[in-house]
């Protein structure tokens, strides 16, 4: 939902680059990696979009500028709120009586509860630079290079938090990354989507989850470009 209104209402600039790279893919009928996507070795024409669909390697690895999208989306407006956690000695050898002493020098105890805000870890500088306050898809592809790695290690374990990260993290979260970069790279190329009411009318609501107070749309069949 964020990822489209992100796209849709506040940054269109990125909307046609997610359209242009979804477009070239259905198009080719292949990824770089080789992968038919057409279930064939030929081209597939744009009168055959409409039937065309994407495979897992095309999701996954042919469509890094809609995955940077779906990523920033999920970093500025994360479902879960906060999670805690105990510490308990079963979960950390290191931990001992007194506790255990973090890096800056604060001590937990024992059967202490920490709590995560998700949201301000996920706009953290160290993290995601200066500017990790703004939707930039792009920072995705600046830091997917072998030099910084490092960097773009703590940018991928720092969003894993979203999901619930560590040991308990959510197992369903590869397939619900897939299914949200399908989702944004299909709905993207076929409709055209404008927002039904005022931007100011909506806002975060924390129920059991964080999500929109509401997102009407109205969408209108898109008609692909000759």
Same mark, same amino acid.
């Given at each position: 939902?964020?990822?489209?209104y992100l /796209?849709f209402? *506040?940054?269109p600039?990125?909307?046609? %680059?997610?359209?242009a790279?979804?477009?070239?893919?259905?198009m080719?009928?292949?990824?770089?990696?080789?992968s038919?996507? #057409?279930?064939?070795?030929?081209?597939c024409?744009?009168?055959?979009?409409?039937?065309?669909l994407l495979?897992? @390697?095309?999701?996954?690895?042919g469509?890094?500028?809609?995955?940077?999208?779906?990523?920033e989306?999920?970093? *500025?407006?994360?479902?879960?709120?906060?999670?805690?956690? $105990?510490?308990?000695?079963?979960?950390?050898?290191s931990?001992d009586?007194?506790?255990?002493? /973090?890096?800056?020098?604060?001590?937990?105890?024992?059967?202490? $509860?920490?709590?995560t805000?998700?949201?301000?870890?996920?706009? @953290?500088?160290?993290?995601?630079?200066?500017? #990790?306050?703004?939707f930039?898809?792009?920072?995705?592809?600046? *830091?997917?290079?072998?030099?910084?790695? %490092?960097?773009?290690?703590? #940018?991928?374990? $720092?969003?894993?938090? #979203?999901?619930g990260?560590?040991?308990?993290?959510?197992?369903?979260?590869?397939?619900?990354? /897939?299914?949200?970069?399908?989702?944004?790279?299909?709905? =993207?190329?076929?409709?055209?989507?404008?927002?039904?009411?005022?931007?100011?009318?909506?806002?975060?609501?924390?129920?059991?989850t964080? %999500?929109?107070?509401?997102?009407?749309? =109205?969408? $209108?069949?898109?008609?692909?470009p000759a």
């Amino acid at each position: 939902t964020w990822t489209l209104y992100l /796209l849709f209402v *506040l940054h269109p600039e990125w909307l046609d %680059k997610v359209r242009a790279e979804v477009e070239s893919v259905f198009m080719a009928g292949t990824t770089p990696g080789g992968s038919d996507g #057409a279930g064939g070795g030929g081209e597939c024409g744009r009168a055959n979009v409409s039937e065309r669909l994407l495979t897992n @390697d095309e999701v996954r690895y042919g469509l890094p500028v809609t995955l940077a999208c779906v990523k920033e989306a999920i970093r *500025l407006y994360p479902a879960v709120s906060f999670f805690s956690i $105990t510490c308990a000695g079963s979960e950390a050898a290191s931990v001992d009586a007194d506790g255990i002493v /973090l890096s800056n020098g604060m001590r937990i105890r024992r059967s202490d $509860t920490i709590y995560t805000f998700v949201e301000g870890v996920l706009r @953290d500088q160290v993290a995601f630079g200066a500017d #990790a306050d703004a939707f930039n898809p792009q920072r995705w592809a600046e *830091l997917a290079v072998p030099e910084r790695s %490092k960097e773009l290690d703590l #940018a991928n374990s $720092t969003l894993d938090l #979203a999901f619930g990260g560590g040991p308990r993290m959510c197992p369903g979260m590869g397939l619900a990354m /897939l299914e949200a970069t399908a989702f944004v790279a299909y709905f =993207s190329v076929h409709f055209d989507a404008q927002l039904a009411c005022p931007a100011d009318e909506i806002f975060r609501v924390l129920e059991f989850t964080v %999500k929109s107070n509401k997102m009407p749309m =109205s969408l $209108t069949p898109r008609v692909l470009p000759a």
